[in-house]
């Protein structure tokens, strides 16, 4: 097997002669995730959704929706949610709302139409670096900071989350930021996320949540990924925060599927 580097926390696996994913053993992909939070697949045979599940069983049990295993994800028409519209997706991770013993250790993903253009990019942001990285002030800012998450359940996830910024990441304990990007212009009319920093006044909690906006979204912690058909990514949630740039063009076909592993 080939490996490239992605970018500073990512790594591309291209297959040998159109290998199919379920060959490749688990324990060899389980290694990779040693030294990188994210993967992406390249040259290997498409999975039908049975075999998406199949093959994110081998990585430990996995996180059952409304909708099953399985997540379809495309625009639609009239969304009860902005996940499902062109514009931008916050920084999140995944199972937020579920509680720490339901929020996957990998999501899965697999492209079925690609965006061969500007926008709907995935982003990913290197959570452990941004903190590591920001000066002593900054950072027991960080470290003092409890947030409180309140967005009505309007698709498959919602509800009211108090959750500490920094937390250990669970497989090596170093700390990451864990954190609902605020101030999303693109949810604001159709599935709003209250961000607010517990024990501040609203214009110091705006204050600081900004701050930490600007601090993530500096280019140095950032991989932006630009759909191609055919491809898998699988990722590291409890290392990575991710989100996504608006597309450009309402008519995007770009669709991807998504499997949670716990
Ligand atoms: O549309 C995307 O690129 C990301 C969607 C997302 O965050 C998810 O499916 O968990
Ligand atoms: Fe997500």
């Given at each position: 097997m080939n490996i490239e580097n992605l970018c500073e926390f990512g790594g591309i696996v291209h297959a040998a002669d159109n290998t199919n994913l379920l060959e490749l053993p688990s324990s060899y992909i389980e290694n990779l995730f040693k030294d990188y939070h994210l993967l992406l697949f390249r040259g290997f045979d498409s999975l039908s959704k049975d075999e998406m599940?199949?093959?994110s069983e081998r990585f430990g049990p996995l996180l059952k929706w409304d909708f099953g295993y399985v997540f379809d994800?495309?625009?639609?028409?009239?969304?009860k949610n902005h996940i499902f519209r062109e514009g931008r997706l916050e920084l999140h991770w995944d199972g937020s709302y579920l509680g720490p013993e339901k929020t996957p250790k990998y999501s899965f993903f697999q492209c079925i139409e690609g965006n061969d253009f500007e926008g709907g990019e995935t982003i990913f942001c290197d959570s452990i670096n941004a903190f590591e990285d920001s000066?002593?002030?900054f950072k027991s800012k960080l470290k003092a900071a409890n947030i409180t998450y309140q967005t009505e359940r309007k698709a498959h996830f919602g509800g009211t989350l108090s959750w500490p910024l920094v937390c250990p990441m669970t497989n090596d304990g170093r700390p990451v930021?864990?954190?609902?990007?605020a101030f999303n212009e693109d949810n604001e009319d159709i599935n709003p996320i209250d961000v607010s920093v517990d024990g501040m006044d609203r214009l110091n909690s705006d204050a600081f949540l900004r701050e930490l906006n600007a601090h993530l979204y500096k280019s140095k912690y950032l991989?932006?990924?630009?759909w191609t058909k055919g491809e898998f990514l699988m990722f590291n949630n409890n290392a990575l925060l991710h989100g996504r740039n608006s597309f450009q063009s309402a008519s995007d076909r770009r669709r991807i599927q998504r499997v949670h592993i716990l």
């Open positions: 599940v199949a093959f994800l495309q625009i639609q028409e009239n969304p000066d002593d002030e930021i864990r954190y609902m990007e991989y932006q990924h630009r």
